[in-house]
C-alpha cells in the first residue's frame, strides 16, 4: 500500500444533519462502552468516503492513547492517505492538540464533533484526569497546509454528549 498522497485536496460528500447525528449518537455508545470498561468517556468514528458506512470505532484507552489518535494511527497502517483524504473523523468531544495534529498527519480530510474543548473544560474543571488546553482543532488545522473541514460543535447533540460527562467527571 502507498502512503504517497496527490497535492489535491477533492471535496468531501456533503452530509446531510441526520447523518451527522447518527455518526455522533454512534460515538456516544463508544464512548459509553469505553466508560464501561473503565475509561474516560470519549469515542471516535471512521466514515468512509460515502459519509455512512463506519470503517473503525475506538473507545478512549488512557491520557496519551485518546481514542482519535489510535484510531488515526490503526487508519494510517490500513488505508493509503488519498483514501484517508475522502474519510470523516467523527468524535464526541473536540479533539485536543494532540489528536487534532494526529488527524493533520494521518490526513483525514474531515472532522465532525459533539462538543467544543471549552464545554468539556466546563464539565471537568481541573480534573487531574483531562488536563483541557485552550487550544481548539480548527487553530491546529489552520497552521498546516492542508484545508481541513470542521464540523462541530453540533448544538443538537450537546444535551446527549454532556450528560454522560456530567454524571462521569464528579464521581472519578
Not at 470498561?37 to 468516503?49: D, M, Q, S, Y
Not at 468539556?120 to 488536563?131: F, K, Q, V
Amino acid at each position: 500500500m502507498s502512503t504517497a498522497m496527490t497535492l489535491d485536496f477533492p471535496a468531501h460528500v456533503p452530509l446531510a444533519t441526520d447523518q451527522i447525528l447518527q455518526a455522533l449518537r454512534r460515538c456516544n455508545e463508544v464512548a459509553r462502552q469505553a466508560m464501561a470498561e473503565g475509561h474516560h468517556p470519549f469515542g471516535a468514528l471512521l466514515l468512509a468516503p460515502d459519509g455512512v458506512t463506519v470503517l473503525d470505532t475506538q473507545g478512549n484507552v488512557d491520557t496519551v492513547n485518546h481514542a482519535e489518535s489510535v484510531l488515526v494511527r490503526r487508519a494510517a497502517a490500513q488505508y493509503d492517505a488519498d483514501y484517508l483524504w475522502a474519510c470523516t473523523l467523527v468524535s464526541n468531544a473536540e479533539p485536543c492538540a494532540m489528536c487534532a495534529g494526529t488527524q493533520y498527519w494521518g490526513n483525514i480530510g474531515r472532522l465532525i464533533y459533539g462538543i467544543s474543548e471549552t464545554r468539556l473544560l466546563a464539565l471537568t474543571g481541573d480534573h487531574g484526569e483531562n488536563p483541557t488546553m485552550a487550544l481548539p482543532c480548527r487553530t491546529v488545522f489552520a497552521s498546516g497546509q492542508k484545508p481541513v473541514e470542521v464540523i462541530g460543535p453540533v448544538e443538537a447533540i450537546e444535551d446527549e454528549v454532556v450528560a454522560m460527562h456530567r454524571d462521569f467527571w464528579p464521581a472519578r
